[in-house]
């Protein structure tokens, strides 16, 4: 019996008690997009733990923090490709999606012309 996206993310979240770096939340996730590699919730919560994993280290090197956008919006470009068509992981949060496509908004402003091209 595989595990439910849900259950890999409590399992992600768990490890970081084991590693406060929350790399091996990471790999967790890494491993969780394989089996679900359409789950936006799991390309969510990559992309959350991606961008703390990088931008823990040095919040004042302006290349760094350069390194950290360039790359969280690769991630967010890959989970809009592994996402494209198909519907949300979870039945029950049908505006994933829309979330997701507002979130890309927020965290990468000077991308919005090309989000909403590829919303369309």
């Not at 890309?104 to 402003?109: A, D, E, M």
């Not at 991308?111 to 919303?119: D, L, N, P, T």
């Amino acid at each position: 019996c595989s595990m439910t996206p849900l259950l890999w993310i409590q399992y992600a979240i768990d490890s970081t008690s084991v590693d406060p770096s929350h790399s091996l939340a990471k790999e967790v996730i890494q491993l969780a997009l394989d089996e679900f590699p359409g789950c936006i919730l799991l390309w969510m919560y990559y992309l959350d733990i991606s961008f703390h994993c990088t931008s823990q280290d040095d919040q004042n090197d302006t290349t760094r923090n350069e390194q950290t956008k360039d790359l969280c919006w690769e991630i967010w470009c890959n989970a809009i490709n592994a996402t494209k068509g198909i519907q949300t992981c979870l039945p029950s949060q049908p505006n994933l999606m829309l979330n997701f496509y507002n979130l890309g908004i927020k965290c990468f402003p000077r991308k919005a012309k090309e989000i909403y091209i590829q919303r369309a």
